[in-house]
């Protein structure tokens, strides 16, 4: 899946409060637009409410030896007490994708989240070949 969108992608760009992020396709669309070109060390985080519509994109730049964890624990608190429902990640890695120990990462996310009354939906980690999902490496389903 590339994280540049087509023209035709460009059109369907979910809008914030109306359009509902419904997969994974949609968030890349979202998150190529966010991030830097070419790629820099950075992490996007999308709120998604209870009907998976997007209402901020925050992107945090300067990421390479920050801990995912660090970062979705200050946006699980910002964002405590909001109609936030579900969040998306993405951590762009202009070096390479995936690393040892992103498994584990994942499972630690996602069990945050779910403290503060979340759904991790998905964390694409961008290298320059593209997204990948650590969730793919334990086989675990989509959660869309």
Known sequence: MSIH????ARSRIP???????GGAADALVLISLAIAHPLADETVVIVLDAHRRGNVIT???GTRHVDLSLV???FCTATSGTAAAALVVAT???DGATRPGDIDRWLEASALAETFGLS???WFVIGPAGPE????????????
Do not use: Y
Request: with cysteine.
């Open 5 to 8: 969108p087509s023209p035709d």
């Open 15 to 21: 809008r914030a409060h109306v359009d509902p992020i």
């Open 59 to 61: 992107v945090v730049s």
């Open 72 to 74: 979705l624990e200050r």
């Open 92 to 94: 762009v890695r202009p």
């Open 120 to 122: 991790l939906l998905e």
């Open 133 to 144: 999902c650590p969730r793919d490496l334990i086989g675990e389903p989509e959660r869309w």
